[in-house]
Every structure is written in structure tokens, then in C-alpha cells.
């Protein structure tokens, strides 16, 4: 039975048409905000993933000489479909990008039990590109997370340097931000003027910049789930056959 999968939202909604340029709408659009949560939510999903996939696959492999290898191999596998749901729904639910999922793993009709469900783990190609994912998407949510939890806060709290500045002489005793200083009250503080508004222009750079840069490392995530997380291209299950729940 042919399975429909819902468009994604972006596809749905016909997009308006705006008079402000798109470089200034960037920072308050939504899918500007659900990229910086995606990108935020990415991390302790990658390192969760990549850990236990790693330790799992890294077991399995030792134990090969033994007959405990396969099995632990085959949970790892299992334990990557589940993490590659959870990457497919993330991809969907945050930057409207639809990946079908893969075609199910396939049990020969005779003998479905432990054996047979092992056994069609270790041959089913999805299961180990989903194993692959696991590993190469660790250090790409590595870099998008510390490149938006570094830049997004910078760069609003320059923007609004103005408007928090007070903070310094009413409560710290100093004038402004200090850029540096030599430990015996000497130093440059962030106080002038024109030292502000430098600082606010600053801030307006990052704030206008930082959803291209976001955007842009979230492509690498949907480039890994549609390459890894997806049906096959020639996937075609053999005659015959009982698929695995």
C-alpha cells in the first residue's frame, strides 16, 4: 500500500510577498527561531546517539569472536533506526523538511525469530547508514550548536548594549564593558559615545548575519537526513518476505 507523507508546512503556505528586505526579517522570522532551536536541540541528541552508537558498535565488533558480537551489533543497528526517527522528526517539526522514512527491515517468512530479526539488521542497508548518521552527525551539531549558542546571545546583548549599560556604574563601579585591563583600575571601559554606538553597530552585524550562518550549517543536517535517513534509492524487498515491526 503506498504510504502519503504530509507536505512539510513551508510547501503548504504560499509565501507573502514583503516590501522589507529579507536580511532584516531574518533575525524575527520564524523558521530563523526554529533553526536556532534545532540547532540547540541537535547536541545532546548527537552526543546521546553518537555515544551509544559508538559504544554499542565499538562492543559488538570486540565480541565478534565470540557470539555475542552479532547481537550487540544488531542492537546497535535497532538503536540507530530509533535515533534516526527522532532526527526525521526534528528535521520536520523545526526546518520543514520532509524525509520519508526508510523501508522496513524485512524478516525471511520462515523462522522470525531472535535469529531472523539479527540476522535482517545486519543486512539491511538503512540500518547501517542510520548507524552511519549517528557518527558524522555528531560533529556537525558539534559546530552549528556552539556557532548559535555563541553568536545569537553576543549578538543581541551588543545590540542592546545602550540599553543594559547602566548596569556597570550603578552596580560595578566602572563605567562600561571593559574591553581589557591591567588589574589596578586601569583600563578601556566601553563609556564614550561613540564607543556605544560602535559596539550597538556591532551587535546589529551579528544579529542581521547570524541566521544565514545557522541556516546555512541546519542545511548540513537536512543534506545528512536526506542522504542517510531515507529510503534507499534501489531498495526493493525480496519476495517472500515478512517485514519487521
Avoid at 536556532?36 to 548527537?46: I, K, R
Amino acid at each position: 500500500m503506498a504510504t502519503t507523507y504530509e507536505t512539510p508546512r513551508a510547501a503548504r503556505e504560499p509565501r507573502p510577498r514583503h516590501r522589507t528586505p529579507s536580511v532584516l526579517r531574518a533575525p524575527f522570522e520564524g523558521r530563523t527561531w526554529r533553526a536556532y532551536l534545532h540547532a540547540v536541540t541537535g547536541l545532546p541528541v548527537a552526543v546521546f546517539s553518537f555515544g551509544v552508537g559508538v559504544t554499542l558498535f565499538a562492543a559488538g565488533a570486540g565480541l565478534l569472536v565470540t557470539l555475542l558480537g552479532v547481537p550487540v551489533l544488531a542492537l546497535a543497528l535497532a538503536f540507530a533506526r530509533g535515533t534516526g526517527h527522532v532526527e526525521r522528526g526534528r528535521a520536520r517539526h523545526l526546518l520543514d523538511h520532509e524525509v520519508p522514512p526508510p523501508e522496513p527491515v524485512r524478516a525471511l517468512r520462515r523462522g522470525t525469530g531472535p535469529a531472523s530479526w539479527i540476522g535482517a539488521l545486519l543486512r539491511d542497508g538503512a540500518s547501517w547508514r542510520h548507524l552511519l548518521h549517528s557518527l558524522v552527525h555528531f560533529p556537525v551539531a558539534l559546530c552549528t550548536f556552539t556557532v548559535t549558542a555563541a553568536l545569537v546571545p553576543a549578538g543581541w546583548s551588543l545590540l542592546l548594549y545602550p540599553a543594559w549599560r547602566w548596569v556597570f556604574p550603578h552596580y560595578m563601579d566602572q563605567p562600561g564593558l571593559q574591553v581589557y585591563g591591567d588589574g589596578q583600575g586601569n583600563g578601556w571601559f566601553l563609556d564614550t559615545p561613540q564607543e556605544i554606538a560602535g559596539v550597538s553597530a556591532a551587535g546589529l552585524a551579528l544579529v542581521l548575519l547570524t541566521p544565514w550562518l545557522v541556516r546555512g550549517l541546519t542545511g548540513l543536517d537536512r543534506g545528512l537526513a536526506s542522504a542517510l535517513l531515507g529510503p534507499s534509492r534501489t531498495a526493493a524487498g525480496p519476495a517472500g518476505s515478512q517485514q519487521l515491526p
